[in-house]
């Protein structure tokens, strides 16, 4: 389980964020990590298809801000994530010195040749 929130854009698609704890044992403490999807359902389908599998969202408490938004909004992959303050958990904007990185760099995965 995790805490997070989705909003709805004007196209009727979703943006969903979610804090994490750090599926990497060394990794960092925890992560916020983006998803843009047709809906929530399907949001959480591309997490828990990555090996995310106990994924669920419940409720709406820490949904995207407007930066994190744009940020997934215009990633290829629709898919990022960065560490969050706090250990995990994202009281109020997250600091803008971090970048957003793709989930293949979280998960271990090699990136696709260029």
Wanted: aromatic fraction near 4%; charged fraction near 15%; charge should be positive.
């Amino acid at each position: 389980m995790a805490a997070g929130g989705f909003c709805k854009l004007p196209n009727g698609t979703v943006v969903v964020a979610l804090n994490l704890p750090s599926p990497a044992a060394d990794g960092p403490a925890g992560v916020r990590v983006l998803v843009h999807a047709q809906n929530r359902a399907r949001a959480l389908t591309r997490l828990r298809n990555l090996g995310l599998r106990s994924v669920y969202l419940r409720g709406n408490a820490a949904p995207p801000t407007p930066d994190e938004i744009t940020a997934v909004l215009h990633h290829p992959d629709g898919l990022i994530w960065r560490t969050a303050p706090g250990g995990g958990v994202l009281t109020g904007p997250a600091p803008s010195v971090e970048l957003w990185r793709p989930i293949r760099s979280l998960l271990g995965r090699p990136t696709a040749p260029a």
